[in-house]
């Protein structure tokens, strides 16, 4: 191995194949992170908690993919020893990897929380919930599509969309407060249930991050559009008038 | 600059300086994410709405640090194509600094949650929010020095001493389930202030991040031992019995 060109010329077969074989295991961790997240919200919906600690437990498997993501990009740095373009790639796998790992977390954490949950009486929430949920599902597939397509028009366009998740969370923040005001035995579920719905907009922020290393990826500039991020019940106030 | 050596025996001076220089910048960003927060506390508890957004809008400092750090690892992967321990610094660094910049952003999400907390009359809360934060900072500032003087059995101990942060965490988050139960008008504010004491929670688990990569950084291995992790309250029931 230590027979690698010590040259500018590094564009080998090899070296191909190793980015492509890294690209394609984040692909695999996006893919599992997306399946816990829509298994989390299931096992919410149904208050399966034997279901929920298996996904508390397969989180395991994104954490074990993303050690492996770290290694190969070691891998590729020191034997390889990439310039310009080839070292964004590389370092932008680093960081989306690190984002799908934290995408896994926040859907391991919404099916913890659910254990919990299932020691209240049922919260009638409609599908406020699953539908956050499928829209910050939404989100994670598309950047990871822009991703494996180097798109940076769909990784644009995710982005932007961040900002429904925002407002649909914000709805979700406030019923869930007035749940709380009109009955105190609904504090308990209903603060777990905030807390489930802000995991759930904490995907979404950081699908916006992985669309933000797609865009520097393709144009090797930041986007310069604006818009309001985050979360917006942060400055809320909820019993003033609406 | 495309003189340099493409040979394995790349330690040279420059080199030395680089990395001393990409580890200072990262001691500034561990200061001004500690100053950030405890400006944040202090907003909070002397509810100035004026100071918080000021901490909001500084948060744009560490943020710009980070991107430094961030072209400096670029620029010393491209030009000096380190190998081994040295590559494993310089990774290093670039970990810490997200976590840092996550810390600062925690911190800056505390001041501005604070801005609204101030349009409901105050909840009565002792010292638990400001010793929360105290041993956050605590924390933060034992990794920092950790990572300075490359002192894994620092590193180690600080990330021990996170499970004390997870304890009032959850003494604190009771506590404020507590007041919400009491009185109706207790909600809004205190689920304010449940996000803010998760944010000091969660300034925690960077801290310990931090404390993981200074551990591996200096012996090349994970830490072995375990301990429970995060947020325990994710599995409490308030109101059962205690």
Not at 72 to 95: F, G, K, N, S, T
Not at 181 to 201: G, S, W, Y
Not at 226 to 237: H, P, Q, V, Y
């Amino acid at each position: 191995m230590n027979s690698t060109p010590q040259t500018g010329d590094h564009i080998v077969k090899g070296y191909d194949q190793e980015l492509k074989r890294l690209t394609g295991e984040i692909q695999r961790m996006g893919q599992l992170a997306l399946s816990q997240l829509e298994a989390a919200i299931d096992v919410v919906m149904e208050r399966d908690s034997d279901a929920a600690m298996k996904v508390v437990h397969d989180d395991s498997a994104i954490d074990a993919l993303e050690h492996e993501v770290s290694q190969d990009v070691v891998r590729l740095l020191a034997l390889r020893q990439p310039m310009a373009r080839d070292l964004r790639e590389i370092l932008a796998a680093l960081r989306i990897a690190a984002d799908i790992e934290r995408i896994g977390d926040y859907a391991a954490n919404v099916a913890k929380r659910s254990i919990v949950l299932n020691q209240s009486a049922p919260v009638q929430l409609a599908n406020a919930l699953p539908r956050l949920a499928r829209l910050a599902e939404g989100l994670v597939q598309e950047v990871l599509v822009a991703y494996r397509d180097n798109d940076a028009d769909r990784a644009l366009d995710a982005w932007a969309r961040d900002e429904e998740l925002d407002e649909q969370y914000t709805g979700l923040f406030r019923e869930l407060l007035t749940y709380m005001m009109e009955d105190p035995r609904n504090i308990t579920p209903c603060t777990h249930l905030l807390f489930i719905a802000k995991n759930i907009e904490r995907i979404g922020d950081h699908a916006t991050n992985i669309a933000e290393y797609v865009y520097f990826l393709v144009h090797g500039t930041q986007i310069t559009q604006t818009r309001r991020k985050g979360d917006a019940t942060s400055g809320l106030a909820i019993d003033g008038p609406r």
